[in-house]
């Protein structure tokens, strides 16, 4: 009950945002899985180029805004319908972002933890990382290239 009152006090714009990543979470989890992680990266910044958005990047607003953006995200997947994986969630928090005209990374990282290897995948900001504790380079080892789109072809 007490998650519900928080809702209640979302605004129009939280609400929205809240709605957005409700939305994109399993549209990207299904994207990732009928064409690609190169593929559909590439399709989320041809929907939201960053060029054509307003460069809210020089705005001390863009600080409030990107850390709203990874708690609805983080909203979304914890209490919504889908309980979407770091990948989803951080392509998610990264296109969701763009649309805001707010620049950020995508990373990925690797370790192997008793013969298992794993995989890990955060956004960063200016080198903060957002949606991930500031250790996360400690636990996983990042990847040296950040994950930009390939322009994709008509063929």
């Known amino acids: 009950m007490d998650n519900w009152r928080k809702l209640q006090k979302l605004s129009w714009s939280e609400w929205s945002l809240l709605a957005q990543a409700l939305l994109m979470l399993p549209l990207t989890k299904l ?5 690609g992680f ?3 990266q590439s399709v989320l910044a041809s929907v939201a ?9 020089a705005t001390s607003n863009s600080v409030g805004q990107a850390q709203l953006t990874v ?23 990264w296109w ?11 990373r990925i990282g ?19 990382v957002l949606n991930d504790t500031a250790d996360v380079h ?18």
Do not use: K
Request: net charge positive.
């Open 31 to 35: 994207g990732l899985r009928l064409i």
């Open 38 to 40: 190169r593929r559909w």
């Open 49 to 57: 180029p960053i060029a054509a958005v307003p460069a809210a990047n």
């Open 138 to 155: 400690h636990r996983f080892v990042p990847f040296d290239c950040t994950f930009m789109p390939v322009d994709l072809e008509v063929r």
């Open 110 to 128: 690797v370790r192997t933890e008793e013969s298992r290897f794993q995989a890990h995948a955060w956004v960063e900001r200016t080198g903060l």
């Open 96 to 106: 969701l972002l763009r649309r805001r005209g707010i620049e950020s990374d995508l």
């Open 71 to 93: 708690r609805m995200v983080r909203i979304a997947a914890c209490y919504g319908p889908y309980r979407a994986n770091c990948l989803s969630q951080s392509l998610t928090l």
